[in-house]
């Protein structure tokens, strides 16, 4: 039980390092992702020793958020190719529930946050920004789907 805790907390690590990168460099870097994949295949591992991996969660898990955020990304590119592969990881290492719940609360979250930044643009007369990274709303999202895995 220890392994998955710890587990649980890498993954929010490179997940807050993928949010700061993004949030100052606007790029998610492909070496998060892999780590994460790689993280994701050994929690895999280790569950399937143990006997409680499920497999239809666990791709299903992975082909949600291909699938949602793929659909932005490739018809008006909305959604960067890092946000894609970040969350695709995120999906394959938090199963299908915690992957619906993480991105339903990420995606929430950044419609707030973008209509609360437009009406402040508006009320000082900036020009609004182009694009908004999405890997902040995505560790929030991970959180709070990690929170009621252990608590609820």
Wanted: proline share 4%; with cysteine.
């Amino acid at each position: 039980m220890f392994i998955f805790v710890l587990l649980d907390f890498l993954y929010i690590f490179l997940l807050l390092i993928a949010a700061i990168t993004d949030i100052y460099k606007r790029i998610i870097p492909n070496k998060i992702c892999l780590l994460m994949l790689i993280l994701s295949l050994f929690k895999i591992i280790l569950q399937w020793n143990s006997g409680k991996v499920y497999i239809f969660s666990v791709l299903s898990g992975f082909l949600l958020p291909l699938i949602i955020i793929g659909i932005p990304f490739f018809i008006n590119n909305s959604m960067g190719a890092g946000d894609l592969k970040l969350s695709a990881a995120s999906g394959l290492f938090l199963g299908f529930r915690l992957s619906l719940i993480t991105l339903c609360v990420s995606f929430l979250f950044c419609a707030l946050f973008a209509i609360l930044l437009k009406i402040y643009k508006l009320i000082l007369k900036k020009p609004n920004a182009k694009t908004l990274p999405f890997a902040p709303f995505l560790l929030f999202g991970s959180l709070y789907a990690m929170i009621t895995k252990y608590f609820f």
